[in-house]
Nanobody, 122 residues
Framework: QVRLVESGGGSVEAGGSLRLSCAAS????????MAWFRQTPAMEREGVVV???????AYADSVVGRFTISQDNTKNTLYLQMNNLKPEDTAMYYC????????????????WGQGTQVTVSS
């Protein structure tokens, strides 16, 4: 069983930065894909970035050059550094994991955290 706990959300002004964390438990083989998704009441859950055990990483076009994913294996923690935030980045951000190699389809992920809210004001 995998448990994911997000933290680091908050409210910032446009142009600001936040770093989200996702603390993961469970066997590493259950987390061959880890990803950040985001969702607002007006849109379906959207993939932001995927980090896979085969070394591949993919970012949504809207965050390329602004968001960076990283992982601290000693702490079993996934990070999302978000710079130059824009009001359209406002959303609930979710950490997700799956034991298979996945990309941006939310329905492919078996494990989800509870989410952390990011609000960016103009």
């Amino acid at each position: 069983q995998v448990r994911l706990v997000e933290s680091g959300g908050g409210s910032v002004e446009a142009g600001g930065s936040l770093r989200l964390s996702c603390a993961a438990s469970g066997h590493p083989a259950s987390r061959n894909s880890m990803a950040w998704f985001r969702q607002t009441p007006a849109m379906e859950r959207e993939g932001v970035v995927v980090y896979r055990a085969d070394g591949s990483t993919a970012y949504a076009d809207s965050v390329v050059g602004r968001f960076t994913i990283s992982q601290d294996n000693t702490k079993n923690t996934l990070y999302l550094q978000m710079n130059n935030l824009k009001p359209e980045d406002t959303a609930m951000y979710y950490c997700a994991a799956d034991d298979r190699l996945r990309w941006f389809r939310a329905e492919d992920y078996n494990y989800w955290g509870q989410g952390t809210q990011v609000t960016v004001s103009s």
